[in-house]
């Protein structure tokens, strides 16, 4: 061997001792970077390079896996899997079986099992809101009020909105994500033509006539979200236009931060991708502990909760409704909260817990 090539091994061996331990009055002690699953199906949230960064400062790498690919995964060097990036599960119809099949597979494969956040059960009992805001309501959590459509009950939109007295209304199925085939319809002596029922969020009116609804467009939508879907109806809440959503997010089962969810002028979805604008909000101890109290309940429901987004809208009195839980795949809006390295530290401490 020639000095060069000497020279070369040491630094090679240099560089292997620094990337997988260091010299201790003991030895070298071996360590490695941490690894973190993200689980998606075809594109992950916006926040992962923001995410990618926040744990690279905790020395632990990111990988994306997509769920169709998790067959060919080596889960032996996975720390922790978080399904936090499973955006759009609300097209795949296949979703829970998946998901199980997975989850038991890499906790029988990985070494000591490997930790899953959220719990994967969640999959099945807290994205559809139809499986827990009813739940919700009994126990006491003020719910926007709802009206629950199963899939193929014979009853019509006019009929709902005759026997609520609700004059404006929102129809969204139950199962979605970013206001996915929601429609806002209004009733009217003299309906008029809609202005676009071709748009992401159309906003129909409905003849207050019973023999004139039949060829409403707000009718056959609704027709149409029955029969593939269970729905929910309920009142339009006139304060999202003026005050927006407030979300309440929690990080390691702790509250973190909220943040005010605005719509776009003359909209009324509360997203950035509809022109809405999210920021950090100070809410109020009141606020605050409502929202910790609902928390405490949804994880004597649902076993620990690393992360969770409670959205709500305002109630004429101030006080707040709930909206919806997002438990599984939420947007956290940790960089307008403040919260990446937050983030990263608790998810980091449920696998150090494994």
């Known amino acids: ?48 390079p923001d995410v990618e960064a ?63 956040v959220n719990p994967p059960g969640l999959v099945a009992r807290g994205l559809d809101k139809f499986d827990y805001l009813p739940r919700l309501a009994e126990a006491g959590v003020p719910v926007v009020p709802t009206e629950w459509v199963s899939r193929g009950t014979p009853v019509t939109l006019h009929a709902i909105l005759e026997r609520t007295g609700w004059r404006r209304a929102v129809v969204k199925p139950t199962l979605s994500a970013r206001g996915w085939n929601a429609f806002r319809v209004t009733r009217a002596e003299t309906p008029t033509d809609d202005p676009d029922p071709t748009a992401d969020h159309p906003h129909f009116t409905l003849p207050d006539a019973s023999d004139a609804v039949a060829g409403s467009n707000a009718e056959r939508r609704f027709a ?86 409670i959205d709500t809208l305002p109630a004429p009195d101030g006080s707040l409704q709930l909206l919806e839980c997002e438990l599984v795949a939420p947007r956290l809006f940790l960089r307008e909260g403040g919260a990446l390295d937050r983030y990263a530290r608790s998810m980091l401490g449920v696998a150090a817990t494994a």
């Open 224 to 309: 149409e979200l029955t029969a593939m879907t269970t729905v929910s109806v309920q009142p339009f809440v006139d304060e999202i236009t003026t005050r927006g959503e407030t979300s309440f997010v929690f990080i390691g089962g702790r509250y973190s931060h909220a943040i005010a969810k605005s719509v776009a002028e003359n909209g009324w979805i509360a997203h950035e991708s509809f022109g809405g604008v999210n920021k950090r909000l100070e809410a109020t101890p009141a606020h605050i502990a409502w929202a910790e109290e609902l928390h405490s309940l949804l994880c004597s429901w649902f076993e620990q909760l690393r992360y969770a987004r």
């Open 54 to 116: 926040a744990f690279a400062r905790h020395d632990t790498d990111v990988e994306i896996v997509k769920l169709a690919d998790a067959d060919q995964i080596n889960w032996s060097g996975i720390d922790l899997l978080s399904l936090r990036m499973l955006r759009y599960f609300h097209l795949e119809p296949d979703l829970i079986p998946r998901i199980d099949a997975l989850c038991a597979r890499v906790r029988a494969n990985a070494p000591g099992g490997l930790p899953v």
């Open 1 to 48: 061997m020639s000095a060069q090539d000497g020279a070369t091994s040491v630094s090679v061996v240099a560089a292997v001792i620094i990337a997988v331990g260091r010299l201790t009055a003991e030895g070298i002690r071996v360590t490695r970077r941490r690894r973190i699953a993200y689980l998606c199906l075809t594109v992950p949230h916006d926040d992962l």
